[in-house]
């Protein structure tokens, strides 16, 4: 599956996000949602998605269809930092479909994967539970803001199983071929790594080592953002912590199905020029790191090393640069454990 990254000015884009930050009329039902707790709207969305959280491999896209999942697959979770438009628009995203009409917050609770509007619901519900993931490590807070602004979605009707971030519009597109992308927030929060990516280094992955390094990144903030999820709410895993789109990846994929895993074995040596390939190799030692550190810690040093990546940066820079990272936070041992991580890859001068 291609998950490929457009690249343009970004200057472009903030016209578009301004746009997207005009709050519309203030209806008193949107309203009370935004700031009561009790009133927030109660959406039924995945648990990550129904392989991982059912263990169940044999399930199949079925068409679409709602019998194809069970539904206890499904579980309600609040709508959290809606603005005052009614729409699923808020602050840390905004959810544009050009496939059915757009959902009603008075009806989230009752939305199925055959309907348009459950895609619209994954894609705001987890994209914020995603900023809210790095807002717990500190990011817009302690530490600098990674893309802790408002992110448009689109959802488009394609047949092609393909779903990107274009930062000509730093806007997340997502496909509905196969199993619809939008049905794994495996996939949802993997685009919008690149999303934050981007914005903490405009134009970032313009080399095969960078764009290698890009959706390695997404993978590891996918099974990282399922992962506190999953601790949040309670939601059962059944499926091994690195595989990622275990829902999405069951039309293309022999069972246990993964899209990727973030535990292989390739080293610097097997690179084969294609980013997703040799994302692999990356993925690995950031998932080394958080073996060795915890998740949180290596979650802090992750993220905040990228805001000294250059748009084009190595393996051996970024490399680098994360050992440094992680020497400045926490101190030696981390440092030696981040180091190893790579080394482990065989990354050459680290
Ligand atoms: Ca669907
Ligand atoms: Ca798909
Ligand atoms: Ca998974
Ligand atoms: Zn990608």
């Given amino acids: 599956m291609a998950r490929r990254i457009s690249r343009g000015l970004v200057a472009a884009?903030?016209?578009?996000?301004?746009t997207l930050t005009l709050?519309?009329?203030?209806?008193?039902q949107a309203a009370g949602a935004g700031t009561a707790g009790s009133a927030l709207p109660q959406a039924r969305v995945?648990?990550?998605?129904?392989?991982?959280?059912?263990?169940?491999?044999?399930?199949?896209?079925?068409k679409d269809g709602n019998a194809a999942v069970p539904a206890s697959a499904y579980a309600v979770a609040a709508l959290r930092n809606l603005d005052a438009s009614g729409?699923?628009?808020?602050?840390?995203?905004?959810?544009?479909?050009?496939?059915?009409?757009?959902?009603?917050?008075?009806?989230?609770?009752s939305y199925s994967r055959k309907d348009d509007q459950f895609e619209q619901v994954m894609a705001y519900f987890w994209v914020n539970e995603a900023q809210e993931y790095l807002q717990s490590l500190g990011f817009g807070s302690e530490l600098p803001g990674a893309n802790d602004r408002v992110q448009p979605v689109r959802i488009n009707q394609w047949g092609a199983d393909n779903s990107f971030f274009s930062d000509t519009k730093t806007e997340i597109r997502f496909g509905k071929g196969g199993v619809d992308d939008a049905e794994d927030a495996e996939v949802i929060v993997h685009e919008y790594g690149h999303a934050v990516h981007n914005a903490q280094v405009p134009g970032f992955g313009t080399s095969p080592e960078s764009g290698a390094i890009?959706?390695?990144?997404?993978?590891?903030?996918?099974?990282?953002?399922?992962?506190?999820?999953?601790?949040?709410?309670?939601?059962?895993?059944?499926?091994?912590?690195?595989?990622?789109?275990d829902w999405d990846s069951v039309e293309y994929?022999?069972?246990?199905?993964?899209?990727?895993r973030v535990d292989g074995n390739k080293v610097y040596a097997d690179r084969v020029g294609e980013v997703h390939a040799d994302g692999e190799i990356w993925s690995r030692?950031?998932?080394?790191?958080?073996?060795?550190?915890?998740?949180?810690?290596a979650g802090r040093i992750i993220v905040n090393a990228q805001f000294g990546f250059r748009p084009d940066t190595s393996f051996?820079?970024?490399?680098?640069?994360?050992?440094?990272?992680?020497?400045?936070?926490?101190?030696?041992?981390?440092?030696?454990?981040?180091r190893a991580a790579f080394r482990a890859r065989q990354i050459p001068g680290v």
């Fill in 13 to 18: 884009a903030t016209a578009t996000v301004a």
């Fill in 23 to 28: 709050a519309g009329p203030v209806s008193a």
């Fill in 46 to 62: 995945f648990m990550v998605n129904p392989v991982q959280s059912s263990g169940d491999q044999s399930l199949t896209d079925g």
């Fill in 87 to 109: 729409a699923l628009s808020g602050k840390w995203a905004a959810v544009r479909s050009e496939t059915g009409a757009p959902a009603r917050l008075a009806d989230v609770g």
């Fill in 214 to 245: 890009g959706e390695a990144f997404g993978d590891f903030l996918a099974v990282s953002v399922g992962a506190y999820a999953d601790d949040k709410y309670g939601w059962p895993r059944k499926t091994d912590l690195a595989c990622v789109g």
């Fill in 253 to 260: 994929s022999a069972a246990p199905h993964c899209l990727r």
């Fill in 285 to 297: 030692a950031l998932f080394d790191i958080r073996q060795a550190l915890g998740a949180r810690t």
């Fill in 316 to 338: 051996q820079d970024a490399a680098l640069a994360t050992v440094a990272t992680a020497q400045r936070m926490y101190g030696a041992d981390a440092a030696a454990a981040v």
